[in-house]
Structure formats: structure tokens, C-alpha cells
């Protein structure tokens, strides 16, 4: 499920053109509260990973640039899609949105003039008897991506000093990393309980955790581990993204009650037949993975981020999987890095 806002810019309204890390700071203040706690400090496990369960595109719109290529401006406003599997990092999203009413990123302040909530669903296309049966079922879907995917590895020089290879669409290594991402993903949801991860949130804030300086008191927002600084740990999987849990989201019809907010139905993700390998289309006796094929030419994109470099690609891609990973992959974004604008899609119909 996802949010997808309608920003109009106020005053100027130029933007760095590396500016990822002021959408994903206003993508935590606008969570707040308890979910924006457990989301930016904690995160959830899943299979020994941390991640964060939640991904967002860059800016898209009809832009203009200086001559220098060094800022970005959206003059007839733009679009930007938050996306996530779990209910209640949308809702807290979606809530935060609508009590803003104008939103900052960075210094710049922008109007948000409609709000969508929206659920792609991997299945749109399939009709009848095409339609498959069960949720182990292998599919293809094609998708296109609204922020670049990346996949890498942190490897060790002779002398012991750390560097950082970076992979594309069609490298077999690039296939590997994105589907053992996604799939220690969807490990982490089948464990989630929403009433503990409010418990801890809780105990944290009255300094009951005890444990590895959590009843500091730190709070929401501390930066001893900012978001997203976690992941380097020598085998190209982020420990940035995870999964949380479930929000009310307006019922009947699921309309969102601020100026001309449209919304559509909530959704549920089944975490059926996640493992395995090989297995042909239709075939549910060997599962599959994550297999993906790039439709034309990646582009490569190398994007600053808080003093670093990160790599990533953007393009069309067919993904064939059974169908509860491959919707997982859409809602929570592929490869790594996502909770920083990275591996955002956007669903494009059958493969």
C-alpha cells in the first residue's frame, strides 16, 4: 500500500539535486509518535537484519535545473509516493499528511494539494481461469522503477580497509542480492506482533529497557544510529528496512477527510511460500524466489547522501516469483537502502 502526495512549492522552490535525505527526515516527522520511534530507532528483525519497512520515490514531475546541474526546481508541482507493507507506518503517514496540510523538505515549503491512498495489487490483469489459485503460485509482473534500486556488496581489501562494490540488473550477483533482501524481508513479517513493538516503544520512553543503553531516555529521533547507517556489514543486505504493523485507516470507502483526498482499499499481505528455488510458471510444487529480467537499458545513477556516495538503477524490470513476494517487493521496495529513497516501483501489469 502506499501514499502518493501532490506537492506544490511555494516561493522558488529549488531543491539540491542530491536531496534524498530531506525527504526521508520529513518521512519520519510525519510519522511521529510511536511509530515514527519504533520505525527510526529500532526498526524490526528479520532472520538477524534490521530493516525499516518502508521506501518512497524521488520527486516526479516536469522539472528544471541550473546550469550547473546543481539544484532541482518542480515549478507546476510534482508527485512523491511513500510506500510500505505495513498498515501502520502508512496510516501514521497518512495522518501526519493531513494535520501538516504544508509539509518542509528541507527549508522549502511545499503545499500538499490532494492526498491518495492507494493499494497495488500484482494481480490487476489476471482474469477467469487465468487466474491463479494459489498463493504459490509463480507469476510475472513488469514494474518501473520511482527510485533507483541498489545492490551491493562491502568487501575487504589485503590491508584490511573496507570498499564497496556496487551491482546492476542482468549481473548474476545484483539477482542474488535483491532476492535474498526481499526474502529476509518477508521472514521478518511473519514474526511481527504490534502490541509488543508498542510495549517497547513504551518501556523506552519510561526507560525501562536496560538493555544496551535503551532506557537512556534518547527518544524519538536520536542519532547515535541515524536511519540507515546500519548496513555495512560485508554482504550487500540493508539492516535498514522492516516491517511494523497494522493502522485504522477510514473504512467505508476509505476516504481521507481533508480538502480533495481520494483513497482506496486497505490491504493485507499473505506470507505464503517465500523459500526455495528453480520452478517453472504456474508450478506450484517447486517455489521460486525472485527472478528478474531488465526491459531495455538500466540507467545508473549516483546519488550523494549525508557525505557519501550511493549507486543505484533505475529502469523496467520483469520480476517472476510466487505472488505474496512479489507484492511484498512492490510494497516495500526492492534491494537495499530502501528506507533512504531507494527501490521504489510502481506496478505496470502482467509480465
Partial sequence: MRVRMFLRFLEDGWLPIHYNYWLQSLAYSLMNGEVGMRVHDFGFEGEGRVFRHFTFSRLLGRYELTPDHSKIRFAQGCQWVISSPVDEILGALATGILRAGRINVGPVVAEVEEVRVEKPNVMQGWQGNDEPQDSETAIRIRVRTLSPIVA???????DGSKYTVYFQPGEAEFQRLVSDNLERKAA???????????KEVRDVRHGRMGEKGQGEKEGYGRQAEDAGEK????????REEGRGGRVNLPKGGNTLERGNVQGRERKDVSEEGLAGKGGKKGNTSNAVGLRLRALGQPRLHIIEYKGGIIKGYSGSLELYGVRSLLQLAVDAGLGSKNAQGFGCLELMGRG
Fill in 152 to 158: 551491493y556488496s562491502t568487501l575487504l581489501r589485503g
Fill in 188 to 198: 521478518g513479517l511473519e514474526e511481527l506482533n504490534p502490541s509488543v513493538w508498542h
Fill in 231 to 238: 548496513e555495512k556489514r560485508g554482504d550487500g543486505v540493508d
